[in-house]
């Protein structure tokens, strides 16, 4: 494969043919925002968030799904390019919820990031009736699409790397929505709760359910005060110690690297890991969900048994 020659940002760099703007942007050190994009998904270019100015292109092509060209002189950070991203996050933002406190994605939302490096400001709002019905996802996690921001991401990963199709767009009073085939539960359309879904979304509109410990804390600030219920687990989360520490799945022999979350000793939450060799950052429901039962699980052999009389 042939190698292009071009400049970003003033700055010359050679890579190789079909290597998109963003790539290109990513190997001299230059940050792009972007909101659709995910490298375990194939470039959409939907949300135009990545756009950037290109002399001899109309417009602001996305740089994420624009292959790179010879001579080809790239700008990222221009005030056209800046006043267009800020107007493309405001319309994007015009039907989310402005409930960033109560939210449990609170400080860990991509979003939150991207509005952040953009530069605009969105007020807080005290919370409001939920449009959608926040809908269960199966037993191991929640949909609230109030909180979607149609970036496509759940829909792609569903359908493009794992080659089931649960997640669907749909029209919904005229708009594109998320959700599933004639609105059905995930177990009746194929799911197979791997949450690939829920890693890839940049919100909390697809979120693991809470733990057991986590859910009976919840219960207790709710009786006593519902209304700021959120607002304290944000903050008990944020200040519990959590250790991340990375290991094989030892449910079979595939070698799945994934990433456990230990809280006092004990695994609370496991994530695939996304440099892992054997399951590129993927997993199945068991290694997603079924870790902490399993090694902590009364049942489990934890000393050698030696078989005697046969």
């Given at each position: 494969m042939g190698k292009v020659k071009l400049w970003i940002d003033g700055q010359e760099v050679e890579v190789a043919e079909g290597t998109t703007v963003l790539k290109a942007a990513?190997?001299?050190?230059i940050?792009?925002?972007?909101?659709?994009?995910?490298?375990?998904?194939?470039?959409?270019?939907?949300?135009?968030?990545?756009?950037?100015?290109?002399?001899?292109?109309?417009?602001?092509?996305?740089?994420?799904?624009?292959?790179?060209?010879?001579?080809?002189?790239?700008?990222?950070?221009?005030?056209?390019?800046?006043?267009?991203?800020?107007?493309?996050?405001?319309?994007?933002?015009?039907d989310?919820?402005?409930?960033?406190?109560?939210?449990?994605?609170?400080?860990?939302?991509?979003?939150?990031?991207?509005?952040?490096?953009?530069?605009?400001?969105?007020?807080y709002e005290a919370p409001t009736e939920k449009k959608f019905e926040v809908k269960d996802g199966g037993p191991f996690f929640r949909r609230d699409y109030n909180l979607c921001v149609r970036c496509g991401r759940c829909v792609r990963m569903c359908n493009e790397v794992?080659?089931?199709?649960?997640?669907?767009?749909?029209?919904?009073?005229?708009?594109?929505?998320?959700?599933?085939?004639?609105?059905?539960?995930?177990?009746?359309?194929?799911?197979?709760?791997?949450?690939?879904?829920?890693?890839?979304?940049?919100?909390?509109?697809?979120?693991?359910?809470?733990?057991?410990w986590r859910a009976e804390v919840k219960a207790k600030e709710e009786n006593l005060c519902p209304e700021i219920?959120?607002?304290?687990?944000?903050?008990?989360?944020?200040?519990?110690?959590?250790?991340?520490?990375?290991?094989?799945?030892?449910?079979?022999?595939?070698?799945?690297?994934?990433i456990f979350e230990v809280q006092d000793g004990e695994i609370v939450r496991t994530v695939p890991d996304p440099n892992g060799p054997a399951n590129k950052g993927l997993s199945c429901v068991k290694g997603r969900f079924g870790i902490g039962e399993f090694v902590h699980g009364p049942d489990r052999l934890k000393t050698p048994l030696i078989r005697k009389n046969g």
């Amino acid at each position: 494969m042939g190698k292009v020659k071009l400049w970003i940002d003033g700055q010359e760099v050679e890579v190789a043919e079909g290597t998109t703007v963003l790539k290109a942007a990513e190997e001299l050190g230059i940050f792009i925002p972007t909101l659709c994009f995910h490298p375990q998904l194939r470039p959409s270019g939907n949300c135009r968030i990545c756009a950037v100015e290109i002399e001899g292109f109309r417009g602001l092509p996305a740089s994420c799904s624009t292959p790179v060209e010879e001579g080809m002189v790239v700008r990222t950070n221009t005030d056209r390019v800046k006043e267009f991203r800020q107007e493309t996050l405001r319309a994007i933002l015009r039907d989310h919820p402005r409930e960033c406190i109560a939210c449990p994605k609170n400080q860990t939302c991509e979003l939150q990031e991207l509005i952040s490096y953009v530069g605009i400001e969105i007020p807080y709002e005290a919370p409001t009736e939920k449009k959608f019905e926040v809908k269960d996802g199966g037993p191991f996690f929640r949909r609230d699409y109030n909180l979607c921001v149609r970036c496509g991401r759940c829909v792609r990963m569903c359908n493009e790397v794992r080659g089931v199709g649960a997640i669907v767009f749909k029209e919904v009073e005229g708009r594109q929505e998320v959700g599933t085939p004639l609105d059905r539960p995930l177990e009746e359309v194929g799911c197979q709760f791997c949450a690939a879904c829920v890693d890839v979304c940049p919100t909390g509109a697809l979120m693991d359910k809470l733990p057991q410990w986590r859910a009976e804390v919840k219960a207790k600030e709710e009786n006593l005060c519902p209304e700021i219920s959120d607002i304290v687990m944000s903050l008990y989360d944020r200040y519990r110690e959590r250790e991340s520490k990375a290991s094989i799945c030892p449910y079979c022999g595939v070698g799945c690297r994934l990433i456990f979350e230990v809280q006092d000793g004990e695994i609370v939450r496991t994530v695939p890991d996304p440099n892992g060799p054997a399951n590129k950052g993927l997993s199945c429901v068991k290694g997603r969900f079924g870790i902490g039962e399993f090694v902590h699980g009364p049942d489990r052999l934890k000393t050698p048994l030696i078989r005697k009389n046969g």
